[in-house]
């Protein structure tokens, strides 16, 4: 016993040693745990061996939680929404520097029927985005002439395109939720060659949900990874002082090792200085989404936030030079056709140096 649990410290430590060299602390945790899920060790208070061990392993992962929560490492992530506004826009429209890792979001699927006045079933997801220029074919080239692009799908959103009412999460229960999930989105992922899901409800029935939205999204996330359906998983929080935040913050302390990027809306913010924008960046990173891989974001259309044309590369470049930015996002590609993609070109230019 006390033999084999000297191996596994001795393994974990060489993994430790080279993920250190890469300066991506957040994943060590991440990778302590799953070894311990999967290897099911439970530490006996009757071991003296045991006791040693587990006073180590706990020790190790608060030190790496300190290091990882402190030291969010620059990223050359871009990530795009696409296909909630328009059926024209296409994949091949946007510009895609071999420098920088392209996502591709495609915006959205829900969890309701697909008629005219759609109603909620439980986790049964059908594609929402404009499919017409955003299909499996048109995915899979774009994915086969870049090796640097990725392609994952959006759940939820903020409202149905065609009248503007509220897409609410809507589970019957937990069990039920989870399992029509897991079953229909593995379908759609696989149909449309996608990598991976990002979460973006906004509206809930009530404050009392917040931990079935938890378990629920928790839980997808946890079986599609176990089960190989994605590659990475992410998040679209932002500040309201209410509902959307308590949940997402509640999701991120139970499940945060299973989730790779927060998508921070700084967008829904009124208005921004450079200041106020670095500074909130890092009130989110640091405290709110603790150790994550956060993501600075603008709005194609409008003076929300910190517009692309109005300071937010400056702040960026101060991120940067924090060496905390986490990657770039941006709302949407459907707007963004309208003025030549100008703010992704500078977005992955500063991204790529």
């Known amino acids: 016993m006390g033999a084999g649990f000297a191996r596994i410290v001795e393994l974990e430590l060489g993994v430790l040693v080279e993920i250190l060299r890469i300066n991506s602390a957040i994943y060590i945790i991440k990778h302590l745990i799953t070894t311990i899920n999967q290897t099911s060790i439970h530490i006996s208070v009757h071991s003296k061996e045991n006791m040693v061990f587990g006073t180590f392993l706990m020790g190790a992962i608060f030190v790496l939680s300190l290091i990882s929560s402190c030291s969010a490492a620059n990223s050359n992530l871009f990530?795009?929404?696409?296909?909630?506004?328009?059926?024209?826009?296409?994949?091949?429209?946007?510009?895609?520097?071999?420098?920088?890792?392209?996502?591709?979001?495609?915006?959205?699927?829900?969890?309701?029927?697909?008629?005219?006045?759609?109603?909620?079933?439980?986790?049964?997801?059908?594609?929402?985005?404009?499919?017409?220029?955003?299909?499996?074919?048109?995915?899979?080239?774009?994915?086969?002439?870049?090796?640097?692009?990725?392609?994952?799908?959006?759940?939820?959103?903020?409202?149905?395109?065609?009248?503007?009412?509220?897409?609410?999460?809507?589970?019957?229960?937990?069990?039920?939720?989870?399992?029509?999930?897991?079953?229909?989105?593995?379908?759609?992922?696989?149909?449309?060659?996608?990598?991976?899901?990002?979460?973006?409800?906004?509206?809930?029935?009530?404050?009392?949900?917040?931990?079935?939205?938890?378990?629920?999204?928790?839980?997808?996330?946890?079986?599609?990874?176990?089960?190989?359906?994605?590659?990475?998983?992410?998040?679209?929080?932002?500040?309201?002082?209410?509902?959307?935040?308590?949940?997402?913050?509640?999701?991120?302390?139970?499940?945060?090792?299973?989730?790779?990027?927060?998508?921070?809306?700084?967008?829904?913010?009124?208005?921004?200085s450079v200041s106020q924008f670095v500074s909130h960046f890092n009130d989110q990173q640091g405290s709110s989404y603790r150790g994550s891989q956060l993501l600075a974001s603008f709005i194609s259309k409008g003076n929300l936030g910190l517009p692309a044309n109005k300071g937010f590369f400056e702040a960026c470049k101060e991120l940067k030079k924090q060496g905390k930015l986490g990657g770039i996002f941006v709302w949407c590609a459907d707007e963004s056709k309208e003025v030549g993609f100008k703010y992704e070109k500078a977005a992955q230019a500063l991204l790529a140096t």
């Open 79 to 272: 990530r795009e929404y696409i296909g909630a506004e328009s059926d024209s826009v296409k994949l091949s429209d946007v510009p895609i520097s071999p420098k920088v890792e392209v996502h591709f979001i495609l915006a959205f699927a829900i969890d309701y029927t697909s008629n005219n006045h759609p109603t909620p079933t439980n986790g049964k997801f059908n594609a929402f985005w404009e499919t017409k220029n955003l299909g499996p074919s048109e995915i899979a080239s774009i994915k086969a002439k870049n090796s640097n692009v990725r392609v994952a799908v959006s759940l939820g959103g903020d409202s149905f395109a065609h009248d503007k009412s509220n897409v609410y999460f809507s589970p019957k229960s937990i069990n039920s939720w989870v399992e029509n999930a897991v079953s229909s989105l593995t379908s759609m992922i696989k149909e449309y060659n996608l990598d991976g899901i990002d979460i973006d409800y906004e509206h809930f029935r009530s404050s009392d949900d917040v931990t079935t939205f938890v378990e629920c999204v928790g839980r997808l996330i946890t079986i599609l990874k176990k089960r190989k359906v994605i590659k990475f998983a992410s998040i679209a929080p932002y500040e309201d002082n209410g509902p959307v935040q308590s949940h997402y913050l509640a999701l991120w302390r139970k499940y945060g090792h299973v989730i790779d990027y927060v998508n921070f809306q700084f967008y829904a913010y009124d208005k921004l």
